[in-house]
């Protein structure tokens, strides 16, 4: 049988093969060694041990789609993204205020975390207009529970923008539910803290920070 190695090619009957500067210059025209020896199974061709490595140099690695990712692929979010001459937009396809809230708002509050178009821009845009429908209030309050761990995420996440995202919509979200906010802001404040150092973000938290007080939370 053939035993393919790094560089030697070796035949079981003992036949004595060509000088190494030979193998050397096949290799040259061809991926991998090729054999003038018939053998009694088919060969694996070059391209079954490359294949796996190279069937597409240029392509994004496969990796298992985020939540908000998957929902958005399979029609789950009731909205997309419009590019506009001047900026974007969204479109509903059915009215916000008739959109039920749950599972919905947190599905775009966990969508705050993405870094990739159009997801960035479609949690960040439908969490804010979501909130402005009439009776939010009343549909949003049940779900702080479950809001605030999302948007704690969002404000603990390496990335800027996500951070940024998360801060806005923890204004939001307190200017609109107000008061009820008190009782989950401990688990924020460190989060802002932390960013609180970075002089970059220095006036965009405290300004947060004098809001979440003027809709109600107690920040200190």
């Known amino acids: 049988f053939l035993v393919i190695g790094s560089n030697v090619l070796r035949m079981s009957s003992g036949v004595q093969i060509k000088p190494k500067t030979a193998i050397q210059k096949s290799k040259a025209s061809s991926p991998l060694p090729c054999s003038p020896e018939p053998a009694t199974k088919p060969q694996p061709k070059p391209s079954d041990k490359l294949n796996p490595k190279t069937i597409d140099p240029f392509g994004t690695p496969s990796r298992t789609p985020s939540a908000f990712a998957a929902i958005?692929?399979?029609?789950?979010?009731?909205?997309?993204?419009?590019?506009?001459s001047v900026k974007h937009r969204l479109k509903w396809e059915c009215l916000p205020e008739?959109?039920?809230?749950?599972?919905?708002?947190?599905?775009?509050?966990?969508?705050?975390?993405?870094?990739?178009?159009?997801?960035?821009?479609?949690?960040?845009?439908?969490?804010?207009?979501?909130?402005?429908?009439?009776?939010?209030?009343?549909?949003?309050?049940?779900?702080?529970?479950?809001?605030?761990?999302?948007?704690?995420?969002?404000?603990?996440?390496?990335?800027?923008?996500?951070?940024?995202?998360?801060?806005?919509?923890?204004?939001?979200?307190?200017?609109?539910?107000?008061?009820?906010?008190?009782?989950?802001?401990?688990?924020?404040?460190?989060?802002?803290?932390?960013?609180?150092?970075?002089?970059?973000f220095k006036e965009k938290i405290t300004v947060a920070l004098q809001k979440l007080e003027q809709y109600g939370g107690k920040v200190s």
Do not use: W
Not at 72 to 84: D, E, M, S, T
Not at 151 to 177: I, P, T
């Open 72 to 84: 958005y692929a399979k029609g789950g979010i009731p909205c997309r993204l419009v590019h506009g």
């Open 98 to 200: 008739t959109v039920p809230f749950d599972p919905l708002l947190v599905t775009l509050a966990e969508g705050l975390r993405e870094t990739k178009h159009p997801y960035t821009f479609v949690s960040k845009e439908g969490f804010k207009e979501l909130l402005m429908v009439e009776g939010a209030t009343e549909k949003t309050i049940p779900l702080l529970p479950r809001l605030v761990p999302v948007l704690k995420a969002a404000l603990a996440h390496s990335d800027d923008e996500v951070f940024e995202r998360g801060l806005d919509a923890l204004v939001q979200l307190s200017a609109v539910v107000g008061p009820s906010l008190n009782d989950h802001l401990k688990h924020l404040l460190t989060n802002l803290s932390r960013r609180l150092m970075d002089k970059k």
